[in-house]
């Protein structure tokens, strides 16, 4: 009993019968009664529980028993009218007592029964009438509100009228079905109603999302693939084989296979998607394995991935399968997907070759990180060139190792070692006290540069030990790893955190120039730090102009963009501009994330007043980046006064462009058909998302509903997240003014004979 009911408790619409002691003792009697056989429909599960409640109050009530058609129906009815009344009052899907008792009496009156069976169900009834309870004296309403919504759909579709040549009617099981699927509001009705159809009547169900996908209010929505998702996963077409597959099809496919990928917090599809076995779920993956090889962009195959695991279940032999058959940045991409998706944890011996054989070496450094992020590690850790390039993709600053604490890596020890923002949280000690142990109880061949590795962890560990300070124990493990290594943007991005830690700038000591690699990373930064002062430009300028190097200039760039005062910033402007054209994207990229952290940081620099007028003219790089700095006063205006009328190739301004554009225009303040354009261009030159994730709170009002449609009928020349804003705009355009179903069904006379 205790497993069947906590494989049942998984699944949401279980957990809502499950919620009070009543509830789950009716629940307990039908795993009991139907063990491995309880109903996988939705629909199915609800009846059998409601089948087991009546037989009880039946036990209980003579009425029940004498009578349990006619309650059952009137159940039914009530579910319609207080559920359509919650959409247009404030009732809450409440009745007073005494409008309870008229609406039994007028219902049993219109079905010929006898009416003073209502007198006879309310006698002694104080806090509950049959599924009914009491919870505000004077009203009642339905136990929970799936019940509710259960019986409304067993209402609408029990009572659906039937239209004959010469005689046709509205109120037909198909009305009502369109009817329900354009208000938002019913969509549990809906789900409910749709488990009712049996395997005669399924085509007709896929029939009619087909045509809310070629209405032209609603083809631009994501409303038919919400749909035909949730259909998929409440088991409604677990009869019918053919269905079920057009049905996966629509859920897919849709107005676009991309627009199957969006997954988000406005339009989560993935979340729908998690389809049981039987419903669906191996052609659901087999689909979703061909969407992640044919996507292009990387939010694309970042979307497919999250909606590959959603749907659990995934045959892995497809990613198997696959990966001998590309080489190159491709095959990156694809152990990606093994790392996401779980296959590179399942990769044999035999098959170990396929990360390092297609001589991609510029990768080789991030696939070890991988395999050590999927327990395959070990490999990694005994090869001399894989440890070495791993250890240098690290102190490179990539944090794409993860650390497992029950099958730890020193490799990953060292990875978490290099992450300072979760030294200052101070978890991290304790994180990785026990998982050492267990390293060093194991009796591993280690390949020099990891026996170097070890070493450092242990020394980093003694540091734990003690009771230095978080930003003693930074320094001590920079100085450290530096020894070990020599100098990396990683050892640098951690001391520019450490220093923006400490406040005040300390005195600066003995002379340090940044690009000056015989003085120890934190006596350089502490001297470039003390130079924020007015009178410091021409300091500025000479670190800048002696930077040689890839590195010396991304951490002349980032000292200069955060630590000199307004005036000094100004006089090194120029030269600061010259220096970032030089740096490759993501380069940049890194210099502009590092700046934006540490204006996060307490004393991380002062505040920068910069008007546009005293930067007309500049690099657009050196625009971005400032905005990076202070990007609550400068970001405002950075795509307005420069960024708006960007008409080059150069992808890190694009990058910049098209973030800084998504965000205008999804936020309504600048909808131009030129704003849409540079959108346009600027995705299809980067084939990035936007990477702010701030661009997720806007859910589609700002976006011009002229504008929308265009956007979502070229969903491959735009970034996703606006994809679905403007999907969402659709659906706000498609469900306006529409009438309540309360009003339509009033209008088309649906219950001519059911009244």
């Not at 009156?109 to 599924?131: C, H, I, N, P, Y």
């Not at 919400?226 to 677990?238: E, I, K, P, V």
């Not at 045959?315 to 779980?342: F, M, N």
């Not at 060139?385 to 690290?394: G, P």
Request: aromatic share 8%.
């Amino acid at each position: 009993m205790k497993k069947a009911l906590s494989n049942q408790l998984d699944q949401p619409h279980i957990r809502d019968l499950a919620r009070n002691p009543m509830q789950l003792t009716i629940l307990l009697s039908l795993i009991l009664t139907k063990g491995a056989s309880l109903p996988d429909k939705r629909t199915d599960l609800y009846e059998s529980y409601l089948d087991i409640f009546f037989d009880r109050e039946a036990v209980k009530a003579a009425v029940v028993r004498d009578y349990r058609d006619i309650l059952e129906a009137l159940h039914e009815y009530l579910g319609w009218r207080l559920h359509s009344e919650a959409q247009v009052t404030s009732s809450g899907g409440s009745i007073a007592q005494k409008e309870l008792e008229t609406e039994v009496r007028t219902y049993l009156e219109s079905q010929g029964a006898d009416t003073t069976l209502a007198d006879e169900l309310f006698k002694g009834m104080v806090e509950r009438v049959l599924a009914l309870v009491s919870r505000v004296q004077g009203r009642f309403e339905f136990e929970v509100q799936p019940l509710r919504e259960y019986f409304a759909a067993a209402f609408l579709f029990s009572t659906a009228q039937v239209s004959r040549s010469g005689d046709e009617k509205k109120g037909t099981i198909i009305d009502r079905f369109d009817g329900l699927a354009r208000d938002p509001y019913w969509l549990n009705v809906i789900r409910f109603y749709a488990g009712f159809y049996n395997s005669g009547q399924l085509p007709s169900l896929v029939f009619r999302l087909k045509a809310l996908l070629d209405d032209p209010e609603w083809r631009w929505t994501d409303r038919p693939r919400t749909l035909a998702a949730m259909f998929l996963g409440d088991y409604s077409f677990a009869q019918d084989r053919m269905s079920r597959e057009e049905a996966i099809d629509i859920a897919l496919e849709g107005i676009g296979k991309r627009h199957a990928l969006a997954a988000g917090p406005m339009r989560p599809l993935a979340t729908r998607l998690v389809l049981p076995e039987g419903a669906g779920r191996e052609v659901t993956a087999g689909r979703v394995w061909e969407l992640l090889k044919d996507s292009s962009a990387g939010a694309d195959r970042e979307n497919a991935l999250r909606l590959l695991l959603a749907v659990e279940g995934s045959d892995l032999s497809v990613w198997h399968s696959y990966l001998p058959t590309v080489k190159g940045r491709e095959r990156t991409r694809w152990l990606l997907a093994g790392v996401r998706t779980g296959g590179l944890r399942q990769i044999s011996d035999d098959d170990w070759h396929l990360l390092w054989d297609d001589e991609q070496v510029d990768d080789f450094g991030k696939r070890a990180l991988w395999a050590v992020t999927a327990n395959q590690g070990q490999g990694v850790e005994e090869d001399e060139r894989l440890s070495a390039l791993a250890v240098e993709q690290i102190l490179a600053g990539d944090s794409g190792c993860g650390f497992d604490e029950e099958n730890p890596s020193w490799l990953g020890a060292l990875a978490m070692i290099m992450r300072p923002y979760r030294l200052f949280e101070g978890d991290l000690p304790f994180e990785l006290a026990e998982p050492i142990d267990t390293l060093l109880a194991r009796d591993s061949a280690l390949s020099p540069t990891m026996e170097d590795v070890r070493s450092v962890v242990l020394d980093v560990r003694r540091l734990y030990e003690s009771d230095s300070s978080p930003q003693a124990i930074l320094a001590e493990s920079i100085k450290l790893v530096a020894e070990r290594w020599g100098e990396s943007w990683g050892l640098f991005s951690n001391g520019f955190v450490l220093k923006s830690t400490e406040g005040r700038p300390s005195r600066s000591g003995a002379c340090a120039e940044l690009s000056d690699s015989s003085a120890p990373i934190l006596a350089r930064l502490q001297y470039a730090r003390a130079k924020g002062g007015r009178r410091f430009g021409n300091w500025w300028i000479g670190q800048i102009e002696n930077a040689e190097s890839s590195l010396a200039k991304m951490v002349c760039a980032t000292a200069a963009l955060a630590w000199p005062s307004h005036e000094a910033l100004l006089e090194v402007a120029p030269h600061l501009g010259s220096t970032l054209k030089k740096l490759n994207v993501s380069q940049f990229r890194a210099v502009c994330t590092a700046v934006e952290q540490l204006g996060w940081s307490r004393g991380a620099g002062k505040t920068v007043k910069l008007s546009v007028d005293e930067l007309q003219g500049s690099d657009l790089r050196l625009a971005i980046a400032f905005a990076a700095r202070d990007r609550q006063r400068f970001g405002k205006s950075l795509y307005k006064d420069y960024l708006r009328s960007y008409a080059g190739r150069d992808p890190a301004v694009l990058a910049a462009c098209l973030s800084a554009a998504t965000g205008e225009f999804l936020a309504g303040r600048s909808t131009a058909p030129t704003d849409l354009q540079l959108i346009r261009r600027a995705y299809r030159a980067t084939k990035a998302d936007p990477l702010d994730g701030s661009l997720m709170r806007f859910g589609g009002e700002g976006i011009p509903g002229d504008a929308a449609p265009g956007i979502v009928s070229d969903a491959s020349s735009f970034p996703l997240v606006l994809v679905q804003a403007a999907e969402r705009r659709c659906f706000l355009s498609a469900t306006a003014g529409q009438p309540s179903l309360q009003i339509v069904a009033a209008q088309e006379d649906w219950f001519s004979r059911a009244a």
